[in-house]
């Protein structure tokens, strides 16, 4: 928050630009400018160039020493002041403390979690899903207006095959009575008749063929399990607290396809190949395939179309595909077909590494078996529920609560690794009230909010009206200084498109408020100045964990 105050004083002693570092001991100080770049120019030493600006420099108001380190001039910030200003800023801003315009008059088109119909959501689609949701806040936050976009993996050669399966062993009160469940039955049926015997593979390939040219029949069996399909999607992101403005998946697009493939032919991009129509991209030995041999259309082909739709119907100043790394090749190939075809907007390949078991195995199959997002999410709500009866029988709004607590473990602890990498994902780590994860950070804010409600009933309001310079214990100055980084993290989130370095902060300034609590006593201290000061900044705490975990897609209850 005070960084641009330190620059505005270096800029008056220094040319061009300025960039402060966060030094990684405390005991350098809040910030350190590092003097090599100027040592070239200026012909001195960085070392004497520090000391020169520490000793002639304006020193800005909010600083109470400046040093120098070696090539570094280091800042020490003066904490009861800055305490006065983050946390009247915290009370003036509320909910919107850490917020910013960086994103005004833009638009960011965010695509995840994108799910495939026929089959329930799977926890592959879960890092998708939790990165999109993130960093769709993130962006509000920062003044960007967001659409967010469900490519839904409704198209493409499974459908025939369950229409197929369908027409040859379905039966209708089972499909009405557990769609999506049955569906799954069926597909498992139909691959492994298919590998008896190949007429059922031939025949599964003939429906798909007549879906794309539109025939009754297979439309209308199509479209019935999709419905099926999303109406249990839109269950699960409503318990997620997820929103979408699109769901136009891939079979949308499909009719979009051939135009765009004769757009790539008529600018001579297009080539046939054993059959098949591909692309080339320089740089990559495997070509794009538009379309098969048997003329049916392609995810990459799909993908072509979808996204040359996009750039002419959605004004967006920067397009994210939240998708897993493992289709990293797939995107740099459709961006730079996209930038040969002269689009130079901003498209962004957001992957993620995988969600893993405990001991390192794919969540795709725990004993034999695929792990659906509804199971993970019902045992999740199933333990939280178990810990609050343990915790707080008396509890009310249980079951809201422990929905809350469920999707906060599943949110942070989904988002706490660096996205690139493989999360172990451990419900039963999530979900505890220790360590670093989303229930902790929860019983944090409604521990502060507890003493907030204390404090009413003796008649006492936190008021930023108080007196910071009593607050002079180290636990305290560590909550006010992390507080006034809170703004300046979810940037660097957003910037990095990377959720976790707010999560990781989150952790950070939880275990300060919680070493602050135990310290620094409130409602019992005898001094009044002291507990006003202190009821402050619990107040303002509470309301960065409530805006740092709600960036997170988690709300926090203030009670639990
Ligand atoms: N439905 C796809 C899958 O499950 C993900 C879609 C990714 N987005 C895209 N534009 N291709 O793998």
Redo the contacts with the bound molecule.
């Keep these: 928050m005070f960084e641009h105050e330190i620059i505005a004083a270096l800029q008056k002693s220094v040319k061009g630009e300025v960039r402060l570092e966060v030094p990684p001991d405390a005991k350098l100080g809040d910030f350190a400018f590092p003097c090599f770049s100027l040592a070239k120019e200026l012909k001195k030493a960085p070392q004497v160039i520090a000391q020169d600006l520490a000793k002639s420099m304006h020193r800005p108001e909010i600083v109470r020493e400046i040093t120098a380190e070696g090539p570094y001039v280091n800042f020490f910030l003066d904490t009861t002041k800055v305490a006065k200003r983050v946390v009247e800023r915290v009370f003036a801003q509320r909910k919107e403390f850490g917020a910013s315009e960086k994103g005004k008059g833009r638009l960011a088109a965010i ?1 995840f979690s ?3 119909i026929g089959k329930p959501m799977h926890t ?2 879960l890092p998708s899903t939790l990165i999109g949701h993130s960093l769709g806040r993130l962006h509000e936050f920062h003044g960007y207006r967001v659409v967010r976009l469900n ?3 409704d198209w493409g050669t499974q459908f025939g095959k369950l229409i197929h399966a369908y027409l040859t062993w379905g039966e209708k009160e089972k499909l009405e009575k557990e769609p999506v469940k049955y569906l799954v039955e069926l597909y498992v049926k139909v691959t492994e008749e298919s590998k008896k015997d190949l007429a059922h593979a031939e025949a599964a390939r003939g429906w798909f063929a007549k879906l794309e040219k539109g025939d009754q029949m297979a439309t209308g069996l199509w479209s019935k399990f999709k419905h099926y399909s999303v109406d249990e999607f839109r269950k699960m992101y409503a318990m997620l607290g997820i929103e979408f403005d699109s769901y136009n998946g ?1 079979a949308y697009y499909a009719p979009k396809v051939e135009s765009a493939i004769e757009l790539l032919q008529k600018k001579g991009f297009a080539q046939l190949h054993d059959g098949a129509l591909i692309v080339r991209i320089d740089g990559f030995d495997v070509p794009m395939m538009l379309k098969k041999s048997n003329g049916s259309t392609t ?1 990459a082909s799909r ?1 072509v179309a ?1 996204l040359l739709d996009r750039i002419e119907t959605i004004p967006f100043d920067v397009l994210l ?1 939240c ?2 790394h493992e ?1 990293s090749m ?1 995107f740099q190939q459709l961006f730079s077909l996209m930038r040969k075809l002269g689009h130079g907007k901003n498209f962004v390949h957001v992957a993620n590494g995988l969600y893993l078991l405990e001991g390192g195995g794919k969540m795709s199959t725990r004993e034999g078996r695929t792990v659906f997002v509804e199971e993970v999410l019902n045992e999740a709500i199933a333990l939280a529920k178990k810990t609050i009866e343990e915790k707080n029988p008396q509890l009310k709004r249980k079951d809201e609560v422990a929905l809350q607590v469920a999707v906060g473990a599943i949110f942070f602890g989904g988002l706490l690794n660096d996205r690139a990498k493989d999360t172990v994902f451990d419900l039963n780590r999530f979900l505890s009230f220790e360590g670093d994860t989303g229930p902790y950070l929860m019983y944090t804010h409604a521990r502060a909010s507890s003493i907030i409600t204390r404090a009413r009933e003796f008649g006492l309001e936190p008021k930023a009206s108080a007196d910071f310079f009593v607050l002079k214990h180290p636990a305290e100055e560590r909550v006010v200084k992390l507080m006034a980084r809170f703004g300046q993290k979810t940037l660097d989130a957003l910037n990095e498109y990377k959720p976790h370095v707010l999560a990781q902060y989150l952790i950070e300034f939880g275990r300060a408020f919680n070493e602050f609590y135990h310290a620094c006593p409130c409602l019992s201290e005898p001094n009044e100045d002291v507990k006003r000061a202190r009821l402050a900044l619990i107040e303002a705490s509470r309301q960065v964990l409530e805006n740092g975990l709600r960036l997170l897609g988690i709300t926090a209850p203030f009670e639990m």
């Design positions: 695509e994108s799910p495939n592959g689609h490519y839904l993996g891939e995810y993908d979808t595909y998708v897993g289709q797939h």
